[in-house]
């Protein structure tokens, strides 16, 4: 027997009691979490319909876009408990019943994410395979909405599996695939103050003061372990940049930084290190070790010639430390405290409609 205090009393249970409670809090959670997702499919799928015959109904009766004013009074008068119905939500469930006239994509896909992203990728996206990647992607990793315009600002869909690696040549199927998708070529470290001339150690300070930034711009699965970590060889003594491990791929990921133009004996020392950590780290059941070289600047030709010989597998990608942002788009970055619930694997599937 045990004790457990309640809310208001100190009582005796028996034993297991508090795994019991625990399994149906779980339960419980997962129920409510499921409940809503399903209430969001069906939100979608009611406005994508109210969209459709909303577009139907103009084609059919030649009814002018004023029908949309009306329309929002009728039915926010008929239905006042109900968000969603203003003129502005209107017009986008017509938008969206026009980019997808299909209801099958709709709810195989777009119904998943709630109504606040699918309008922001309506705004931000205009290409229909570029939306349909960040639908999927959303769905994948369950990024906020902030998080998500963050990736659309940051051009992410360019910039992913665009490293230039060796991956296909020294690790094995999938794991090769997995790793190269893993990579971005250049990666954006635009939440940096840095100014004027600064070497690899400041930068790499920097980087892992702004740790909550600098995961995300890696990538989902990328755990930190440290910066300047050490490793013995014979008699000497050396310091990788900065050590991961992907929770993914399974495998520990050295990152060297340099400040400059990409030279050939980056890579003859990114792939010792690699080496030394495959010795000294890497457990069983890890996938072999990883490395990342991230460069000012490179030249193709000459890395793609370094890389070649390089038996280790090496990604070389260049970063930036700004990029170009619309001052209307600025106040949709997201707060530390969004990236933080966005780490936390805490994505809000909530469906929001339009206040």
Same mark, same amino acid.
């Given at each position: 027997?045990?004790?457990i205090?309640?809310h208001?009393t100190?009582?005796i249970?028996?034993?297991?009691?508090g795994d019991?409670l625990?399994c149906?809090?779980q339960?419980?959670k997962?129920?409510?979490?499921?409940a809503?997702?399903a209430a969001?499919?069906?939100l979608?799928l009611?406005?994508w319909?109210?969209?459709?015959q909303?577009?139907?109904?103009?084609?059919k009766?030649?009814w002018?876009?004023?029908?949309?004013?009306q329309?929002a009074v009728?039915?926010?008068?008929e239905?006042?408990d109900?968000k969603?119905f203003?003129?502005?939500n209107?017009k986008?469930?017509?938008?969206?019943a026009?980019?997808?006239?299909e209801?099958?994509i709709?709810?195989q896909?777009?119904a998943q994410?709630?109504?606040?992203?699918?309008?922001r990728?309506?705004e931000?996206?205009t290409?229909t395979?570029?939306r349909?990647w960040?639908i999927?992607?959303?769905?994948e990793h369950?990024?906020?909405?902030?998080v998500l315009?963050?990736?659309?600002?940051s051009?992410l869909y360019?910039?992913?599996?665009?490293?230039l690696?060796n991956?296909?040549?020294t690790?094995?199927?999938?794991q090769?695939d997995?790793?190269i998708q893993?990579?971005?070529d250049?990666?954006?470290?635009?939440?940096l103050?840095?100014?004027?001339?600064y070497d690899e150690?400041?930068?790499?300070?920097?980087?892992?003061?702004?740790i909550?930034?600098?995961?995300l711009?890696?990538?989902a699965?990328?755990a930190?372990i440290g910066?300047?970590?050490?490793?013995?060889?014979?008699?000497?003594e050396?310091?990788?940049?900065?050590?991961?491990?992907?929770?993914?791929?399974h495998c520990?990921?050295?990152?060297?930084?340099?400040t400059?133009e990409?030279e050939?004996?980056?890579?003859g020392?990114?792939?010792?290190?690699?080496?030394a950590v495959?010795?000294q780290?890497?457990?069983?059941?890890?996938?072999p070790?990883?490395g990342?070289l991230?460069c000012k =600047?490179?030249?193709? #030709?000459?890395? +793609?010639? *370094?890389?070649?010989d390089i038996?280790?597998p090496? %990604?070389v990608?260049e970063?930036?430390?700004s990029?170009?942002?619309?001052d209307?788009?600025?106040s949709?970055?997201? =707060?530390?405290e969004? #990236?933080?619930r +966005?780490? *936390?694997?805490?994505?809000?599937?909530e469906?929001? %409609?339009?206040?």
């Amino acid at each position: 027997m045990s004790i457990i205090e309640n809310h208001s009393t100190r009582q005796i249970v028996p034993e297991g009691y508090g795994d019991f409670l625990k399994c149906l809090k779980q339960r419980i959670k997962e129920t409510q979490l499921k409940a809503a997702i399903a209430a969001n499919r069906e939100l979608i799928l009611l406005y994508w319909d109210i969209g459709r015959q909303i577009l139907e109904s103009q084609d059919k009766e030649g009814w002018g876009t004023k029908i949309i004013d009306q329309l929002a009074v009728d039915l926010e008068h008929e239905f006042p408990d109900m968000k969603g119905f203003s003129p502005r939500n209107l017009k986008y469930m017509r938008k969206l019943a026009t980019i997808y006239p299909e209801i099958q994509i709709v709810q195989q896909a777009v119904a998943q994410i709630p109504w606040g992203h699918i309008i922001r990728l309506m705004e931000l996206v205009t290409d229909t395979k570029e939306r349909d990647w960040y639908i999927h992607k959303t769905i994948e990793h369950g990024w906020s909405r902030s998080v998500l315009v963050h990736q659309i600002e940051s051009g992410l869909y360019r910039r992913e599996g665009k490293s230039l690696t060796n991956f296909s040549t020294t690790l094995p199927k999938p794991q090769s695939d997995l790793a190269i998708q893993t990579l971005k070529d250049p990666y954006v470290f635009d939440f940096l103050t840095m100014t004027g001339k600064y070497d690899e150690l400041e930068l790499e300070k920097e980087l892992v003061k702004q740790i909550t930034h600098f995961l995300l711009e890696m990538g989902a699965g990328f755990a930190y372990i440290g910066r300047q970590v050490p490793l013995v060889v014979g008699e000497r003594e050396f310091f990788i940049d900065l050590l991961f491990y992907h929770t993914h791929l399974h495998c520990y990921v050295v990152v060297e930084l340099k400040t400059g133009e990409f030279e050939p004996e980056h890579a003859g020392q990114l792939n010792f290190y690699i080496k030394a950590v495959d010795n000294q780290y890497r457990q069983e059941g890890d996938q072999p070790t990883i490395g990342i070289l991230l460069c000012k =600047s490179k030249d193709k #030709l000459v890395a +793609e010639y *370094a890389l070649s010989d390089i038996h280790k597998p090496i %990604g070389v990608s260049e970063y930036q430390l700004s990029r170009y942002l619309p001052d209307n788009l600025k106040s949709s970055l997201p =707060s530390i405290e969004e #990236l933080e619930r +966005e780490l *936390a694997g805490l994505g809000n599937y909530e469906a929001q %409609g339009d206040k």
